[in-house]
């Protein structure tokens, strides 16, 4: 494995009881960049986040992870090996302030955000940092899952459907974070419907299908490459 290699997937089969879900996935995310996953719904992105944290059923095939193997750790070992992963359902502490959300993460890498640092990058918490999570709107729901992620000191940020449903400012708002996270030297693993939202962002875009990876497409690539993805994802 590279330097430069965060995670390396390779043969990935996932399985949810007896259903076959990927079929042998395989690519890389190098350090400090943000690769998207593309494709239909089913096709098996949010399968592919959920088996790298350990989160499906029975799984084969290799996850390094930083040099690691991780085909066999908990989910708990994968998150402390600096992994956070940003679920579409966000995850947030519904009953408790902002806040105490922010407090609560355990903080499993050395370089986790303060709460001022947190605070800096979403300004709109600071202003709703006394609210309850249930009083959040869902713009506010998710800057608030994706910054207890930041706490926590995890590098690699497994990003699921972050945009969906949110306002156009608040998906401009969370696309100039990520793009700060980058340049922070962050990686990301994004899975998004979005196109819009996720074509410039992303360094390189893998296209999922039936559970494999069908074609890989470079930023610069984007143009040429245009009518091969309305094919395979209809946008």
Not at 19 to 37: K, Q
Request: glycine share 10%; net charge neutral.
């Amino acid at each position: 494995m590279s330097p430069t290699e965060y995670l390396r997937v390779s043969d990935l089969h996932a399985f949810y009881g007896e259903s076959h879900i990927l079929h042998g996935i395989d690519f890389t995310v190098r350090r400090g960049e943000c690769v998207t996953l593309l494709g239909r719904n089913g096709a098996g992105r949010t399968t592919t986040l959920r088996a790298i944290m350990g989160l499906t059923g029975k799984r084969t095939g290799s996850i390094m992870l930083n040099g690691r193997e991780a085909i066999n750790l908990p989910p708990h070992r994968i998150t402390q090996l600096g992994v956070g992963y940003c679920p579409e359902e966000r995850g947030i502490y519904a009953g408790l302030s902002t806040e105490e959300n922010l407090l609560l993460p355990p903080v499993v890498g050395s370089g986790g955000m303060s709460v001022d640092e947190i605070y800096a990058m979403f300004p709109n918490l600071w202003e709703r940092r006394h609210s309850q999570g249930t009083k959040l709107s869902g713009g506010e729901q998710q800057m608030l899952a994706l910054a207890r992620i930041l706490r926590t000191g995890a590098r690699l940020l497994l990003l699921d459907e972050i945009s969906e449903g949110l306002a156009p400012v608040i998906v401009q708002k969370l696309a100039d974070v990520i793009r700060e996270l980058k340049q922070r030297d962050y990686t990301v693993l994004l899975v998004e419907q979005n196109f819009r939202f996720a074509a410039p962002l992303a360094d390189r875009m893998l296209v999922v299908e039936h559970g494999q990876i069908v074609a890989e497409i470079a930023q610069h690539e984007l143009r040429q490459r245009k009518d091969m993805l309305q094919e395979l994802l209809g946008v």
